[in-house]
T-cell receptor, first 112, second 112 residues
Framework: GENVEQHPSTLSVQEGDSAVIKCTYS??????FPWYKQELGKGPQLIID?????GEKKDQRIAVTLNKTAKHFSLHITETQPEDSAVYFC???????????FGKGTSLLVTP | AAGVIQSPRHLIKEKRETATLKCYPI?????VYWYQQGPGQDPQFLIS???????DKGSIPDRFSAQQFSDYHSELNMSSLELGDSALYFC???????????FGPGTRLTVL
């Protein structure tokens, strides 16, 4: 089955700095790669996603890049704010209506 | 905007008891997914349904069963509960022809 690895497991940055989280996947057939933000006691919140036919996608301070050849994708958060502090999960999926395979998560702490 | 509704939000059961978790998807979403998340872990896919039929199956124990009803809501039935079943259980839903999965707030199950 699909195996998603995520690094780093923890990340601490100062407010205003950028944060980068990286993921690799094993199944070259995976074609959908979402990123979720999870705050304590809450459900995962979809923040951005990318499909295999696109190399980069941006939404305000958040961007995601995908390298299909290397089978890795990354989340970039610019101008970080304390409210960005949360656990971030990457995931990969083979097709619609099928499982999301999650990475182990990155705990991001943004200090004022 | 309407979100995924899960009930109950908290549930406490004894070992060997049964539990039923309910999920009401976002209006006009036709696919539901169930995930289990242990403390400090990533969400693990259990099962998904589309048009009342199972669309994908993950690491769901034989003691668990689930179904989707004609109004698209879903129920996860858990029997012979074990201490290790204590976790957050999330339901997610997606719309026709979409990969995007939107998660509910979760049900926290504690087995004593």
């Amino acid at each position: 089955g699909e195996n998603v690895e995520q690094h780093p497991s923890t990340l601490s940055v100062q407010e205003g700095d950028s944060a980068v989280i990286k993921c690799t996947y094993s199944d070259s057939a995976s074609n959908y790669f979402p990123w979720y933000k999870q705050e304590l006691g809450k459900g995962p919140q979809l923040i951005i996603d990318i499909r295999s036919n696109v190399g980069e996608k941006k939404d305000q301070r958040i961007a995601v890049t995908l390298n299909k050849t290397a089978k890795h994708f990354s989340l970039h958060i610019t101008e970080t704010q304390p409210e960005d502090s949360a656990v971030y999960f990457c995931a990969a999926s083979l097709m619609r209506r099928h499982a999301l395979n999650f990475g182990k998560g990155t705990s991001l702490l943004v200090t004022p | 905007a309407a979100g995924v509704i899960q009930s109950p939000r908290h549930l406490i059961k004894e070992k060997r008891e049964t539990a039923t978790l309910k999920c009401y998807p976002i209006p006009r979403h036709d696919t539901v997914y169930w995930y289990q998340q242990g403390p400090g872990q990533d969400p693990q896919f259990l099962i998904s349904f589309y048009e009342k039929m199972q669309s994908d199956k993950g690491s769901i124990p034989d003691r668990f069963s689930a179904q989707q009803f004609s109004d698209y809501h879903s129920e996860l039935n858990m029997s012979s509960l074990e201490l290790g079943d204590s976790a957050l259980y999330f339901c997610a839903s997606s719309a026709l022809e979409s990969n995007e999965q939107f998660f509910g707030p979760g049900t926290r199950l504690t087995v004593l």
